[in-house]
């Protein structure tokens, strides 16, 4: 694994930390908003929570994470996929993995939330592939 250094491009690499920013972020604020709701319902009391406040918080839970954070991980992705295939840190095939994955992610994960399951996938795949070739060490 080489240190890509000078060989990088630059806009891709601010793409990439910032869309990993803003999809930390999103999950962040929506986890924020739900535990805000479990503790208002939790000590609420007698006192019942309105269905519109609930049915409110759910939508906007489901859109910030659901919506855009898996968006901004996308958006991650492919332009972490971009720097490996310009630098040849990563192999090409795994570069073209990333691009498929971030575009179906991208496009058609609305259809099954399953399809959520595919960025920490990748992430597993990714670092155990880091540390396999980690493990065997290229000589000099």
């Known amino acids: 694994m080489e240190v890509t250094g000078a060989a990088e491009d630059k806009f ?3 793409v990439t ?10 999950t962040l604020a929506s986890c924020a908003v739900s535990a805000g709701l479990l503790g208002s319902l939790l000590t609420g009391g007698s006192q019942a929570l309105p269905l519109e406040v609930y049915l409110l918080v759910r939508s906007v839970v489901d859109q910030a994470f659901n919506t855009f954070a898996v968006k901004m991980a996308s958006v991650f992705m492919l ?15 795994l570069s073209y993995l990333t691009y498929l994955l971030a575009l179906v992610m991208l496009v058609a994960f609305s259809r099954s939330l399953w399809l959520l399951l595919i960025f920490p996938a990748w992430v597993l795949l990714v670092s155990v592939y ?9 000589e000099v």
Request: positive net charge; proline residues 8%; glycine residues 8%.
């Open 12 to 14: 891709f690499a601010t």
């Open 17 to 26: 930390l910032g869309s990993a920013l803003v999809f930390l972020a999103l």
């Open 79 to 93: 332009s972490l996929g971009t720097l490996w295939r310009s630098t040849g840190v990563m192999p090409r095939p």
């Open 130 to 138: 880091i540390l396999i070739t980690n493990l065997h060490p290229k």
